[in-house]
């Protein structure tokens, strides 16, 4: 492989699936075997998505490093980058490289329980740790609380529904909020009373127990999720160190040189491509504006 | 180290041997301003300069550059970086390009930086400060070492420390140029010294400066200079330790695109901005702090991201003092 950690490698899109009228879920395979065979990856890390002579992007990876041979990406449409990966079909190339970021510490995390706070687009990383949570069954209880807008905006609404029915026999529990009333969100609401409800993602807290000594939180979201949810999870008396989040900020390079990232003051300065982009709770007490 | 002395009259042949090391550049006077530039004879050099507007990054971060093509739907990177002997780099500069070097040659290595790195030589120069210097108040007044040689002014001549292999090789191979150390020449190392350390006008105090600072992040002295401050983005590329840069795509015509990165400036509005317009620093006030910031955060293995040569005092058109922002924010913490 190149000693450039600038160049990309060559993937092929396997499959595009629209999720959402913004969303469209891509399902990429590298080319040269040799690549494919060398990526590994951590749930909450991202790589940098190349379209050759337009640019580049970074993208949280959905997809678990348990379900090997592709990679999966859930991208926005937000602007000129992005809509231009939405025009793409099966069979397009486009370059990636990666993966970047420290990921979540799942190993360090193992035999606990995992509360996933999800609000939105956040859906995607954690959706990576949901299923390594899941295929590697080393969790003892996985709750998964997701809030969205509404019922048409709920990213990957096929294994949430699935999950809500079966997730019992996974140890993974699904609850839902939605901001915006519609017919299917009442329906899903009448078939899950306990756990689906109109409202924001902190109101899924309500009545929620968990024992704090045998928990992490991991939060993704929108900026303005993250204070809410952290509030609700240090009422519950969680430590900072228990609370993972993975933050979004502009990235050119992914490695630490760019300095587009950079967030801090002069005790303490974090480039969130390298350092993070998972962090805890105590780093953001110890780095002014990382959240 | 090793210490050896050029005389003045060898100092004409001794500049012509780098040549054999690559195109040498150096720093000349054009117009009111000093630049680091190609030079073949010596005395187009500007030997007693106080500071070049760009600083040596430029040699290994480009203003401008293509860092990839497209050639048949694939990036070819674009590695060339031709042997050069940069001479008369102040200590200020040397320490400047060592920050550089923590950021690009640390892993994984910018491999555009790092190619030119290694084919460079850096000859450091003794200065004497002006008003705008406060290297000594850092630490970066000496260069220790990140030079191949560093000539150090002799009322005769030079005194030369040797800091590399290849700097050594120059000395081997042109030893005819060279003379030991007197016992008298020593003495006039250390007089120039003292009388240098003598003639700093300025100084960062550096106690707590760090926390100091961090405690004062809603002084109102920050937002005062930010409403005084042309957010031009000058102190920013002049600054020998400022990296940031900002990458995009061109096509050359139908078929070819080159990827090209350009210096940044955390001054400019959408340098945090990211999708759906959100903006992590929105205001002025916002921007012009973060760089405070960053210029004061302290790395243990390489210290301040400042390192005190005085650029961005100097081409601030708005007159904007880098130590008495700092002062004035610490003192309004009282
Ligand atoms: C670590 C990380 C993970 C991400 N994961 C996802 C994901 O899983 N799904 C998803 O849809 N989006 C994700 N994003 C956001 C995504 O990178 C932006 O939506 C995208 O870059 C927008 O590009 P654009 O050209 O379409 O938008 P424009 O608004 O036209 O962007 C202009 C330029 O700004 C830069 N930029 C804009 N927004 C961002 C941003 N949020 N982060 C970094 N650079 C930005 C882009 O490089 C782009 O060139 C992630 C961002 C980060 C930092
Ligand atoms: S901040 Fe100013 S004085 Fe310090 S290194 Fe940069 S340009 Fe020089
Ligand atoms: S050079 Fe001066 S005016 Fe321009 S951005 Fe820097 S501080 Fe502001
Ligand atoms: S994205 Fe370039 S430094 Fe983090």
Redesign the interface.
């Known amino acids: 492989m190149s000693e450039n950690p600038y160049q990309t490698y060559d993937a092929r899109i396997l499959e595009v699936k629209d999720l959402t009228s913004r969303e469209k879920l891509f399902t990429l395979r590298f080319l040269d075997p040799e690549v494919e065979a060398k990526f590994d990856f951590r749930p909450g890390q991202f790589v940098i998505v190349d379209i050759r002579g337009f640019g580049e992007f970074p993208i949280s990876i959905c997809s678990s490093p348990t379900r090997r041979g592709y990679l999966q990406l859930c991208i926005r449409k937000v602007g000129r980058m992005t809509k231009f990966v939405h025009k793409m079909k099966e069979g397009d190339v486009v370059g990636i490289r990666g993966p970047y970021g420290n990921g979540f510490p799942m190993e360090k995390m193992e035999g606990s329980n995992l509360i996933l706070v999800a609000g939105g687009l956040g859906m995607a990383p954690l959706r990576s740790v949901l299923w390594y949570a899941i295929d590697t069954g080393k969790y003892e209880n996985v709750w998964l609380l997701y809030g969205t807008k509404a019922y048409e905006d709920i990213l990957f609404r096929d294994e949430i529904i699935h999950l809500l029915k079966h997730g019992e026999a996974m140890n993974c529990s699904v609850k839902l909020a939605y901001e915006v009333e519609s017919p299917s969100c009442i329906y899903l609401e009448q078939g899950f009373s306990d756990r689906v409800c109109r409202g924001v993602v902190t109101d899924l807290f309500r009545g929620e127990e968990f024992d704090v000594n045998r928990a992490y939180a991991l939060i993704c979201g929108p900026p303005v999720m993250y204070k809410f949810v952290i509030k609700e999870l240090l009422d519950r008396k969680l430590s900072p160190g228990r609370i993972y989040m993975t933050l979004e900020r502009r990235m050119r390079c992914g490695v630490g040189k760019c300095g587009h990232c950079v967030v801090g003051t002069s005790v303490s300065m974090k480039y969130i491509c390298q350092d993070g982009p998972v962090f805890t709770y105590w780093d953001a007490l110890s780095t002014r504006g990382l959240i | 180290m090793r210490y050896i002395k050029l005389p003045s009259e060898n100092f004409g042949k001794f500049f012509k041997s780098l040549e054999a090391w690559g195109s040498v550049y150096a720093p000349v006077k054009r117009g009111g301003i000093y630049s680091f530039q190609e030079v073949h004879d010596p005395a187009e050099i500007a030997l007693d300069y106080n500071r070049t507007m760009l600083p040596p990054k430029k040699f290994f971060f480009r203003p401008k550059e293509a ?2 093509r ?1 050639k048949n ?3 070819e ?1 674009n ?1 060339e970086a031709e042997p050069t002997v940069l001479f008369g780099l102040h200590s200020c500069d040397i320490h400047g390009l060592k920050i550089l070097d923590r ?2 040659l ?1 892993e ?4 555009y930086y790092k190619s030119r790195r290694e084919k460079t030589l850096i000859i450091g120069i003794s200065c004497m400060p002006d008003e705008y210097c406060f290297c000594k108040s850092l630490g970066t007044h000496f260069a220790m070492d990140g030079f191949d040689l560093f000539l150090h002014e002799l009322p005769d001549g030079w005194l030369v420390r040797i800091g590399s292999v290849r700097g050594h090789e120059i000395v081997w191979e042109n030893g005819e140029l060279f003379e030991e150390v007197t016992d008298e020449d020593l003495a006039n190392f250390k007089e120039f010294e003292e009388k240098r350390a003598k003639a700093f006008q300025k100084e960062v105090p550096q106690e707590g ?3 100091m ?2 405690l004062a ?1 809603n002084s109102p002295v920050w937002k005062k200079y930010a409403e005084i401050c042309l957010a031009c983005g000058n102190c920013n590329l002049v600054c020998p330790t400022c ?7 061109r ?1 050359m015509d139908a078929y070819s ?1 080159v ?1 090209e ?1 350009r210096y ?1 400036s ?1 001054f400019m509005e ?7 317009n ?1 903006n ?1 620093r929105p205001t002025r006030l916002d921007r012009f702090r973060h760089r ?3 210029k ?3 790395d243990p293995s390489s210290g301040y991201n400042c390192v005190g040569c005085g650029r961005c005092d100097e081409f601030c058109p708005a007159k904007i003092e880098h130590v008495k922002v700092l002062e004035e924010v610490r003192g309004s913490l009282k």
């Not at chain 2, 994984?108 to 491999?111: I, L, Q, T, Y």
């Not at chain 2, 990296?243 to 795509?249: G, N």
């Not at chain 2, 959408?270 to 759906?276: E, P, R, S, Y």
């Open positions: 860092i990839l497209l739907g694939h990036w990177e590695l950021v690009y640390d994984p290595a910018d491999p400066l760090a926390d600072l961090d992040y990296r940031c840069y900002e990458v995009c795509d096509w695109s990827r990165r940044d955390c959408n340098h945090g901005l990211v999708a759906g959100y992590f405070y910031y960053c004061s955060y302290f």
